[in-house]
């Protein structure tokens, strides 16, 4: 998509001075093409391939709302830039609910804001495609298909899972619920030499012990009441391939006794049998507990805790790697449209920023159901903040509640939205600069500053806040 090295900008606008301003500022960096209508930008869409279309909401007898739809809809990879200098804040909230990233209002004062703003865009893009592209190293070696992810976390245990699948070392997954702990001694079953024999995974806290033990050990006929029936067990039926025990620490030392014996030498008896049997077969553990803090109190058998956690991975907890939020929302949007057999769906810049921000205490498996109900419920083409689930909604922070509709100047709208806004984020922070710094991704003294400059007082959302100027964030 590059020309030369550069990336490539659309700037469509029916003003010559602009699009020279444009050409001026931007083409040291990037190669610029211009348009001065939607005819002329189509064309252009057809021949070439381009990172970034600047649009002006305004043109003569056209809308450039139509185009940033357009482009939404067939150019999903592209990101868009609004500008207008006569548009409204309905258009200026219709523009970003139609996928465009950014908005600059005309006259543009600040030339470097729109270099700031495409850096920042370019960034984005270019994690996705390093993602793309480590996946595509790693693959060479394994498979992962299974695992969606480019944060350094992520990247650093698959390289870990393509040094240890082809290997038979036990291994000890940790990690919060929901963090996709199966999911990644699945992928380690895969890529090993046992991946054409079973993958079974059993739940130990769900069960109680002696159907725990019935379940892996197996049990003969009249061994205990509605044993009507020789049954094979787990050890037996995975042997060739792999156990993996989810929330290993929810099992009874008593049980964790037979369950050692059977990793130090393979060898077990079902319930109510005299014979010994023999597997062959490699455990995966799992559990979202500090299992060595329960071994300190006596919770979990020290010698069951090293014979298991020989390799041990750590996957960590979805809000302390925020990279991997875009491209998971994206590949589960894709998964539950074509489930619920829709239309391709967009992430509109007011949901994303939702999801950036929002804590995941039920990390993956959290945000997956999100976004399965925000499709279920989408009637639009680019998924709005009201598809989200309630939790993930405030109405605090509605774009139909920040923004005026009625307002007629465009720079009296501004401040007025700019007050709503400010309002809005400190009510739902209680008034702390810091949360407010993080969800608006303005710098805390740029806030402390607007704040001041619209006559808003943080101290005053705060609970139990006193007429003081101290700072308790």
């Known amino acids: 998509m590059k020309n030369n090295g550069k990336h490539r900008i659309l700037v469509v606008d029916d003003s010559p001075e602009t699009l020279e301003l444009f050409r001026h500022q931007l083409a040291p960096d990037y190669h610029i093409q211009t348009a001065e209508s939607l005819e002329e930008a189509r064309k252009l869409l057809n021949h070439f391939n381009f990172h970034i279309a600047i649009i002006d909401l305004i043109l003569p007898g056209e809308n450039g709302l139509d185009l940033i739809q357009e482009i939404t809809q067939n150019y999903p990879y592209m990101a868009v830039i609004a500008i207008s200098g006569q548009a409204t804040i309905e258009s200026a909230v219709q523009a970003m609910k139609l996928g465009a990233n950014e908005f600059i209002t005309k006259p543009i004062r600040n030339l470097d804001l729109i270099n700031l703003q495409i850096n920042k865009i370019l960034q984005t893009q270019w994690l996705i495609e390093e993602n793309q592209r480590l996946n595509e190293l790693i693959q ?150 500090d299992i060595s803090e329960l071994v300190v109190q006596k919770l979990f058998r020290e010698d069951l805790y090293y014979r298991l956690n020989v390799i041990n991975l750590h996957i960590s907890p979805l809000r302390e790697r925020k990279d991997d939020i875009k491209i998971l929302s994206s590949a589960f949007v894709r998964e539950f449209c074509a489930k619920y057999k829709k239309d391709e769906l967009t992430i509109s810049p007011g949901v994303m920023s939702i999801l950036l921000n929002h804590d995941w205490k039920g990390n993956v498996r959290e945000l997956r159901n999100a ?39 465009w720079h009296k709208s501004r401040t007025e939205f700019e007050k709503r806004y400010f309002t809005a984020l400190l009510d739902s922070t209680k008034g702390n600069l810091s949360q407010a710094a993080r969800i608006s991704e303005i710098e805390r003294v740029n806030i402390y500053k607007k704040c001041r400059n619209l006559g808003i ?17």
Request: a negative charge.
């Open 140 to 289: 060479k070696d394994i498979e992962t298909d299974l695992i969606i992810g480019n944060s350094p976390s992520i990247q650093n245990l698959l390289q870990k899972v393509k040094k240890i699948a082809k290997l038979d070392a036990t291994v000890m997954i940790t990690g919060e619920t929901g963090v996709g702990k199966s999911v990644f001694a699945e992928l380690i079953h895969r890529n090993s030499h046992r991946k054409l024999k079973k993958f079974v995974s059993v739940n130990c806290g769900s069960l109680t012990e002696t159907l725990l033990e019935s379940l892996l050990f197996g049990h003969k006929k009249g061994a205990f009441t509605d044993a009507w029936r020789d049954k094979i067990g787990y050890f037996q039926e995975a042997s060739g391939g792999t156990l993996f025990l989810d929330e290993i620490t929810e099992t009874s030392l008593s049980f964790q006794v037979k369950l050692l014996k059977v990793l130090e030498t393979g060898i077990f008896r079902q319930v109510g049998s005299d014979n010994d049997m023999f597997t062959d077969l490699r455990i995966i553990a799992a559990t979202n507990k």
């Open 371 to 409: 976004l399965e109900h925000a499709v279920i419920l989408a009637e639009h083409s680019i998924l709005q903040t009201e598809d989200l689930p309630e939790n993930l909604n405030p109405d605090s922070l509605h774009p139909e509640i920040i923004y005026s509709h009625e307002l007629e100047n």
């Open 457 to 473: 007082d943080p101290q005053c959302f705060r609970k139990g806040s006193s007429n003081h100027e101290t700072d308790t964030d």
